[in-house]
């Protein structure tokens, strides 16, 4: 059964979380969790999805590549 996402972009039809910011794609990311754990998915190759983890940043892979996220992590979308 698939997990419900939040969906993360530009576009406020297609994204629960919107962002008015040219470096975020229209359907940037998603989040999901599975199993007590919970993840970051990259959607777009153009757009970088980055983690910062205790001062080290950590690029999201590509769809349909995931990246777990941790308590303290700072997620970063486009260029900022």
Aim: aromatic letters at 4%.
């Amino acid at each position: 059964t698939a997990q419900p996402a939040l969906r993360l972009g530009r576009n406020p039809m297609a994204s629960d979380l919107t962002f008015d910011d040219p470096y975020v794609s229209r359907e940037h990311a998603t989040i999901t969790a599975s199993e007590g754990k919970t993840f970051i998915t990259n959607l777009r190759d153009s757009n970088n999805t980055t983690i910062i983890r205790n001062g080290v940043e950590i690029e999201v892979g590509l769809h349909p590549a995931k990246t777990e996220i941790l308590p303290g992590d700072t997620i970063r979308l486009g260029k900022y």
